[in-house]
């Protein structure tokens, strides 16, 4: 008789994660778990915990109560280990503008403890990847705020991390950067690391991630698939393009318990289905017999940014 | 002109820092320590030894406006140049003599509370008797003719740096500028005159006469108030008066210069291709490139840390301008003063070393703080541990061939004419000083937000504190054990509350 295989280690799990600041509560018992080789997208307003969660992650804080795990090493208890296949991006440069960059990746490869001889390559091949290349004689200090941005990545990457934690990683970029960043972390998926991204910029989070949670006031609201999320979250959207009235139409579907909302704007009604059962010739049965003359009736995408609008109150701490 | 915003919003801010109340209570309470111990330590304790207190006192005054005045006022304009908003002030009606008095304004009220914390002390030396009025006002008018000077010292050094160091080390510089400029007014006339004989033989003889008068070391304005005439009073007293009114005319002077540096400052341009020749041909190794880079490469990899902190040109220039400087100084004094003088002047030597290893030590992970590589630090392999020995590892190494020159110095001067007692003790203190200094100064480094905080915490807990025990204890190899065990004991507690500061993340974190 074979026992059944163990189920895979997740990559980041945590359980009734809590930390408190004085009398404010940054992290609510947060429960998560992130899979190996997951683009897993942290969504949430400022001061939602997002931060917080990732900076303990990283070990850089303890948690107040409950357990973080990384690749199976307790964050508070095997922080070493946990460092060593980590690597964090937080909010800001943290670069010395005076330094060049390859020193500067050299320095934190040392503080790695990676031997010298791999380093050089090392700083090269990252370098590459983050395409810098070409500045890697140049002082920190002369270089835009985006390739301060890719050398904050270099830096993540330079002890080759299983795991990296990026805050904030596209913020401050002009769209060609953020482009480019975004390709980059979708290279770096490929080759197989689990990436956790926090980012307020959306409809990027939604094509790049696979997975996504969403936060508010230190509380998890969401964790699953971006489409799953839309399906939970999202309802179905439909336009309406009638020949007039568009105002009568919109007072007379709001009479249907079926339809959760129903606005007119120029010409077409925005209609809101109440549940997944509910279909959309229900639209036409009702404005059909009243004497609408229906021109178009289509359904509209729902993206994250929409459902991230519902499900949240835009309650910050 | 306007400057009232600039004012406004300077109060508004030193108001809100509640180390601010902590260090004037401090003062008070130090000097009133100070005050209550000279009594009761004094030749006639309890009767009429004013003329005893009133001296010390003043002197104290005079060294502390020299030594913290520039250093408090140095950060106040080059700190609105690191944060960017110095530009933006530029934007509003406001121009750059403008915003120049009103920071001077707030550093001539904190720098008067000085002076002002000392005034009860000064006073009551009148109801112990033995001083006259003549000895007040002269302490008065020569304490603000330094405290003008010293603050046009750090105004000016604070509106031509950007960086901190750069602003403190320039601070230093132009106050020793400013505290010459002062004697020199003293020197000048006599050495002129039909007296002045004496000085022309030895020029550093009548400097040293000048700071002894300036400072009433050997209490010379009591023995002129009472030896002297009205008249030569009167003359005297017009002469501090005038050394006032020049200083007032040099801080305004300095004022307008300020404005100027200031407006150009805040258009921040790159290097000019000079600047960048000079820096090339000064600052980076030009011959053995090879085996330079070999070596910074094998301490890279050897301790990260040290290498972070002794990359530059800058820290290496501190590293052996320390040590150039005092072998300068050391030569000088073995040149032109006697052997006895020679001895004596090592404390003097001494005390400066510890002031730069204050400095450096107040300073202890400030850049990281600032620009969030502590952060990106914390989340290495490395330890909180290796992290504090690493620093109190370099700041050791830093001032280590300085401190070589130090010892050679007064070992040589003790082998010439033995004085065990003094050797013992200059080295005992140095050396325990010296060693425990990095832990108190990386503490506070963590702990307070301003580096200014940082250093006065340093210099009084590591330097004053044992050397005020050590006057109370009496000065003696036996009354050196209590304040240097005491010192140890510290730097031990702090090196644990240090550590514990790290692990829980409790420093401050810059602000992105």
């Given at each position: 008789m074979t026992t059944p295989a163990a189920p895979p280690i997740p990559a980041v799990s945590t359980a009734n994660l809590t930390r408190v600041y004085g009398a404010m509560t940054a992290l609510d018992t947060l429960n998560l778990t992130v899979n190996r080789g997951d683009l897993f997208g942290f969504i949430g307003s400022n001061g939602a915990g997002k931060t917080t969660t990732l900076r303990i992650l990283a070990t850089f804080l303890t948690p107040t109560t409950g357990t973080a795990f990384v690749f199976g090493h307790d964050v508070v208890a095997a922080p070493n280990e946990v460092r060593r296949i980590l690597g964090y991006m937080p909010?800001?440069?943290?670069?010395?503008?005076?330094?060049e960059v390859t020193e500067y990746l050299d320095f934190f490869g040392a503080c790695y403890k990676l031997p010298a001889a791999k380093r050089e390559q090392t700083v090269k091949d990252v370098l590459e990847l983050v395409g810098l290349s070409e500045k890697r004689?140049?002082?920190?200090?002369?270089?835009s705020r985006g390739m301060q941005q890719r050398l904050g990545l270099a830096r993540v990457l330079i002890h080759d991390p299983q795991i990296l934690l990026l805050d904030e990683p596209a913020s401050g970029l002009d769209p060609r950067a953020r482009i480019e960043m975004m390709a980059v972390l979708q290279e770096l998926q490929r080759m197989g690391k689990t990436i956790i991204i926090s980012s307020h910029i959306l409809s990027e989070l939604e094509t790049l991630c696979n997975r996504v949670a969403i936060i508010e006031r230190g509380k998890l609201i969401y964790a699953g698939s971006v489409q799953g999320m839309e399906q939970k979250h999202g309802g179905r959207i439909y336009l309406v393009k009638l020949a007039a009235d568009s105002e009568k139409a919109a007072e007379l579907l709001r009479?249907?318990?079926?339809?959760?909302e129903a606005t007119a704007l120029d010409g077409h009604v925005k209609v809101t289905l109440a549940g997944a059962d509910v279909d959309a010739s229900l639209i036409a049965e009702t404005l059909v017999p009243a004497g609408f003359r229906l021109l178009e009736l289509r359904e509209e995408e729902v993206g994250l940014e929409e459902v991230f609008l519902r499900v949240t109150k835009g309650e910050t701490q | 002109m306007t400057f009232a915003p600039v004012l406004i919003r300077e109060f508004r801010e030193e108001a809100r820092r509640p180390a601010n109340r902590w260090v004037r209570v401090g003062v008070a309470a130090l000097l009133a320590t100070i005050f209550c111990v000279l009594i009761s330590t004094g030749p006639q304790a309890g009767r009429a030894s004013g003329d005893y207190v009133f001296p010390k006192l003043h002197a104290l005054l005079f060294g502390a406006i020299w030594l913290v005045v520039p250093v408090m006022t140095a950060d106040c304009i080059s700190r609105e140049r690191r944060e960017g908003t110095l530009g933006l002030l530029f934007l509003t009606p406001l121009t750059p003599t403008g915003v120049v008095i009103g920071k001077s304004a707030l550093q001539i009220i904190r720098a008067l509370t000085l002076v002002l914390a000392a005034m009860p002390m000064l006073a009551g030396c009148f109801a112990l008797g033995g001083v006259t009025w003549f000895d007040f006002g002269a302490s008065l008018l020569i304490n603000l003719t330094s405290l003008f000077l010293a603050l046009s010292a750090g105004m000016l050094a604070s509106a031509l740096s950007r960086e901190w160091p750069r602003a403190l080390a320039a601070a230093i510089v132009f106050s020793g500028v400013g505290l010459f400029g002062l004697l020199a007014s003293f020197v000048v006339p006599v050495y002129r005159g039909p007296s002045g004989a004496l000085f022309r033989s030895s020029p550093f003889g009548a400097f040293s006469w000048a700071l002894n008068y300036c400072s009433d070391a050997n209490s010379d304005w009591s023995r002129m108030a009472a030896a002297a005439t009205a008249a030569q009073l009167s003359s005297a007293m017009t002469g501090f008066a005038v050394r006032l009114l020049a200083a007032v005319a040099i801080f305004g002077f300095v004022l307008v210069v300020a404005g100027l540096a200031v407006r150009h400052a805040a258009q921040e341009s790159p290097p000019s291709p000079f600047q960048l020749w000079l820096r090339k041909i000064f600052c980076e190794p030009l011959w053995l490139l090879r085996l330079f880079r070999a070596l910074t490469r094998r301490k890279l990899d050897a301790a990260p840390l040290s290498w972070l902190q002794q990359r530059s040109w800058n820290a290496r220039l501190t590293k052996w301008g320390w040590c150039l400087g005092l072998v300068v100084v050391e030569t000088v004094l073995i040149t032109f003063f006697s052997l006895h003088d020679f001895l004596g002047a090592q404390a003097v030597a001494g005390a400066a070393l510890l002031f730069g290893i204050s400095l450096s030590s107040a300073g202890s992970y400030r850049v990281e703080r600032q620009n969030g590589v502590l952060e990106l630090l914390l989340v290495t392999p490395m330890s909180e541990g290796e992290l504090i020995r690493s620093r109190i590892w370099n700041v050791w190494l830093q001032f280590l061939p300085a401190t070589a020159v130090f010892v050679f110095a007064v070992l040589a001067a003790d082998s010439v004419l033995p004085n065990s007692f003094e050797t013992a003790a200059l080295l005992q203190y140095f050396g325990i000083i010296a060693a425990t200094m990095p832990f108190v100064g990386l503490y506070f480094a963590l702990r307070t937000k301003h580096f200014i905080t940082a250093w006065v915490c340093t210099f009084g807990f590591s330097f004053a504190l044992p050397l005020s025990i050590s006057v109370v204890t009496s000065w003696s190899v036996q009354g050196l054990a209590l304040p240097l065990f005491l010192s140890f004991m510290l730097s031990v507690v702090l090196l644990a509350r240090a550590q514990g500061t790290l692990t829980a993340r409790r420093f401050l974190l810059h602000t992105p």
């Open positions: 909010d800001f440069f943290g670069v010395y503008k005076d330094m004689g140049s002082l920190i200090g002369a270089l009479t249907r318990k079926e339809i959760a | -």
